[in-house]
């Protein structure tokens, strides 16, 4: 009988592992399905583009059903729950989906509305969020309107999709207010929860020198208790204040709800509990997990994702054949950092090895790392065709593995 093998989530990771998966097993092999609640795959790297009118939404979305190949049965529906006793999903239109393997792909949700005042007065008219296609495409009107004040950049906590988007946003206002010749009347601060611009060191030393070159306010251990949107004004559980008159947040992050309905499968947060160098998941054997959804101690980016789904790929192989899982998988994660003026910077990274300087993808690459170059900005445009033709396909990239390489990199002392 053909192994039944069911993905949640029809986004970059449930994608990109459902075509790898339908060109590794022969259709008589393996009947594979994936599940999502809507046909609307937005290229989410695209979204920081949206509200500086460098991108707009329809040049961002595709039908989710034609990413997937020939043989992958597609159901429209939001996930109800997982049984991971009975081995089933079962889905709100009433539809059953028993598994051999499962593999969780259903990312984050964004939580607004677990920040007091957050979703109240000035939500979507000087409160807004890039992290969605409708927030990016309202902020973009803010924007257009906005001509002087305090604009304030701000995540609530960690864990966040690509947590160096912030700090993209921050540059490209810098450029966009100069464009528009008003970045004197502009005052921009990057208000945060950690200790510096970035979570390790060297490369928060780089991008703190970066935000301070571009006169942009860098405010530290800023954890926000409350959004008051009346009176303009960002508060911390210490009572410190930050006033604003745009505010650009990135709202808590949380997993999907029928995680915490399905019994066993996820942690308080909602994340899937998941082995960091397997991606099996902890709850059971035959359950899998990728992207944004695990706790795995890395980046939630697509990078990743990517990454994962080569190694996640061969082991769903491994484990519908008995054999034993290749716990490879490193963290590996990259990222171009848009940093304005046709310019970025790139960061490559894993579990061990924070970003460091040096070149990518070995010593002799042509892209330097942690260093702002033209050629990252175009890589980082150059990304979205790669998304839609390499990565959802479920291809490898030429020359860059899924585990991180040393080569190419410096490494130095950390700042004191
Ligand atoms: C502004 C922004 C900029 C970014 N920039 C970068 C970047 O430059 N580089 C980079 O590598 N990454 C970047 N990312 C992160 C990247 O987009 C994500 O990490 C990646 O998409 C994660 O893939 P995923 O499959 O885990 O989740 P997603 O692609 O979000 O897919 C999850 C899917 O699950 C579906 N789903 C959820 N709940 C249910 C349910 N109950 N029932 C049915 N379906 C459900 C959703 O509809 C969705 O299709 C960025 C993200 C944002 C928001």
Redesign the pocket.
């Known amino acids: 009988m053909a192994h039944r093998i069911v993905v949640?989530?029809?986004?970059?990771?449930?994608t990109l592992m459902a075509n790898r998966l339908r060109r590794s097993f022969d259709p008589a092999e393996a009947k594979i399905a994936v599940?999502?609640?809507?046909d609307v795959?937005v290229y989410?790297?695209g979204?920081?583009f949206v509200p500086f009118g460098l991108a707009h939404a329809e040049d961002i979305v595709r039908s989710?059903q034609r990413q997937l190949r020939a043989g992958i049965d597609f159901h429209l529906?939001?996930?109800d729950q997982v049984s991971l006793a009975d081995e089933r999903v079962v889905l709100t239109d009433g539809t059953v989906l028993p598994y051999d393997v499962l593999i969780v792909?259903?990312?984050?949700?964004l939580q607004p509305e677990e920040t007091e005042g957050m979703t109240g007065p000035g939500w979507r008219e000087r409160i807004f969020t890039?992290?969605d296609l409708d927030g990016a495409s309202a902020l973009h009107e803010a924007l257009e309107r906005f001509d002087g004040g305090r604009l304030v950049v701000n995540f609530v906590d960690l864990p966040i999709?690509?947590p160096?988007?912030p700090l993209e946003f921050s540059f490209l206002a810098d450029w966009y207010f100069q464009e528009r010749g008003i970045r004197e009347q502009v005052e921009l601060s990057f208000v945060t929860p950690l200790d510096g611009a970035f979570t390790k060191p060297v490369a928060s030393g780089r991008l703190g020198s970066l935000l301070a070159e571009k006169g942009i306010e860098l405010v530290t251990e800023f954890n926000t208790g409350e959004v008051d949107g009346a009176g303009g004004r960002l508060v911390s559980y210490d009572e410190r204040e930050v006033p604003f008159d745009l505010l650009v947040t990135v709202p808590l992050h949380g997993g999907?709800?029928?995680v915490g309905r399905s019994e066993g499968l996820g942690d308080d947060l909602g994340f899937v509990p998941t082995n960091p160098h397997t991606l099996q998941s902890l709850a059971t054997p035959n359950v899998f997990a990728?992207?944004?959804?695990t706790n795995v101690p890395t980046s939630?980016?697509?990078?990743?994702?990517h990454f994962e789904g080569e190694v996640l790929t061969k082991n769903v192989k491994r484990f519908l054949a008995g054999r034993e899982l290749d716990a490879s998988y490193d963290g590996h994660?990259n990222?171009?950092i848009e940093t304005g003026f046709s310019k970025a910077l790139l960061i490559d990274f894993n579990y061990e090895t924070e970003p460091l300087p040096g070149r990518f993808p070995t010593g002799a690459g042509p892209m330097p790392l942690l260093k702002e170059s033209r050629l990252n900005h175009l890589g980082?445009l150059m990304?979205q065709w790669m998304y839609w033709h390499m990565l959802l396909p479920g291809r490898d990239i030429p020359g860059v593995a899924p585990t991180m390489q040393m080569s190419g990199k410096q490494r130095v002392a950390e700042p004191a």
């Open positions: 949640l989530g029809g986004g970059t990771g449930g599940v999502d609640k809507d795959h989410q790297p979204l920081l989710r529906s939001d996930v792909a259903t990312g984050v949700c890039f992290y999709k690509c160096v988007a999907q709800e029928y990728l992207g944004d959804a939630k980016a697509g990078s990743v994702t994660a990222c171009f980082k990304f």
